[in-house]
């Protein structure tokens, strides 16, 4: 292909500019609603633009140490010796894996005069940041899946997982309510309170609304999605329900490994404050090209980064893999190993709950 612009969109004009590249990465960012919520945070230790296929982190795992009785005599102490006894620290090794993403468009101008469209790429562009968050949100997904697991296989984090959910009906003690919720904060005793952030589907927030339980915000100030009372508590990002922040978006689907005659099990996330890390290796690329013999216009686009839940690690042999839950893959179990001592240490918990607003069963 020619590198020559001649004979390009204004999309060419855009994206051969230095700087869109930039301005497109800061959308991406600023526009991410796990961003904003605070649940993945950017990290540059993280990042390896040096190259390579893996960031490897050292870490420590919090101290739990063993406390010695004192006295004057010469036999104090676990060592029986008189002084204390020096404890090691344990540490472990937390490796995340770099994806490498990428996707392009191509018109040809045969298209463009028949469409009666100038600019056919221009509507590709507008949409960049927006296809790019929802394909990170799915790779997210799957790697949440890969560290939960599905009812038939825990992962590392499966024992962070509660299931409120009925079988071939559900009640109201099946779907996502107050009571549910600190049964899920539970599971990590007195860390429970470091879960700020609750994400679900929007079929689970619509029982929210309908109750009138789901806070959002308005022009005017907060509003209760139902009318009702409520029991949000303050304004949030999207809305807050419980003491949390709400983050409503339909890619945290439902769980894999039912059977035909169980209800749909809905995943909603309980996370703490950064509790996921994001590396960058290389940021977001967008590039044109004009190929003059064929009368096409491409936009290219690529990005290259990796997620990190803090107290895991990718323990697959390969590196770069799919969402899929294959093995060597973001969604499969066998893909991560724990290094914290207990899954209790990660600020992240998931809620299986039922919803009246699907009734669907496995198929």
């Given at each position: 292909m020619s590198l020559s612009n001649v004979g390009g969109t204004f999309l060419s004009a855009m994206i051969t500019r230095p700087e869109f590249a930039g301005y497109l990465a800061e959308r991406i960012f600023n526009e991410s609603r796990f961003v904003q919520s605070g649940v993945v945070a950017r990290n540059s230790a993280l990042d390896v633009r040096a190259g390579g296929t893996r960031i490897r982190v050292p870490e420590f795992d919090p101290i739990a140490p063993t406390i010695e009785r004192i006295d004057s005599s010469s036999t104090w102490g676990t060592?029986?010796?008189g002084y204390l006894t020096p404890q090691a620290l344990s540490t472990d090794e937390q490796i995340m894996t770099i994806l490498r993403r990428g996707f392009a468009y191509s018109v040809?101008?045969?298209?463009?005069?028949?469409?009666?469209v100038a600019d056919p790429l221009g509507h590709v562009r507008n949409q960049l940041a927006a296809a790019v968050n929802k394909a990170k949100t799915a790779t997210l997904m799957a790697q949440l899946g890969g560290l939960f697991g599905n009812i038939s296989a825990n992962g590392v984090l499966g024992a962070n997982t509660i299931n409120k959910t009925g079988t071939t009906t559900a009640a109201a003690a099946n779907y996502l309510t107050a009571g549910n919720v600190v049964a899920a904060k539970q599971l990590l005793g007195e860390r429970g309170s470091e879960l700020s952030t609750i994400i679900m589907h929007s079929a689970v927030a619509a029982y929210l609304e309908e109750l009138g339980?789901?806070?959002v915000?308005?022009?005017?100030?907060?509003?209760?999605?139902?009318g009702g009372v409520g029991s949000g508590l303050g304004s949030g990002l999207v809305g807050r329900f419980a003491g949390l922040n709400v983050i409503v978006d339909d890619q945290v689907g439902?769980?894999?490994g039912g059977t035909a005659t169980h209800l749909n099990k809905y995943q909603v996330?309980?996370?703490?404050?950064?509790?996921?890390?994001?590396?960058?290796?290389?940021?977001?690329?967008?590039e044109?090209?004009?190929?003059?013999l064929s009368f096409q216009d491409t936009l290219i686009v690529d990005y290259h980064m990796g997620y990190h839940v803090y107290g895991t690690r990718w323990a697959a042999n390969g590196d770069n893999p799919t969402d899929a839950s294959t093995s060597g893959n973001l969604g499969a179990t066998s893909s991560y190993a724990l290094c914290y001592t207990t899954a209790k240490n990660?600020?992240?918990?998931?809620?299986?709950?039922?919803t009246p607003y699907d009734t669907g069963v496995y198929a």
């Open positions: 060592s029986g010796a040809d101008d045969v298209s463009k005069l028949g469409s009666g339980y789901l806070q915000q308005s022009s005017g100030g907060s509003v209760y999605a139902g439902v769980i894999a996330y309980l996370c703490g404050s950064g509790v996921i890390g994001e590396g960058i290796q290389q940021d977001i690329r967008v044109y090209d004009r190929n003059k990660i600020p992240l918990v998931r809620l299986l709950v039922n």
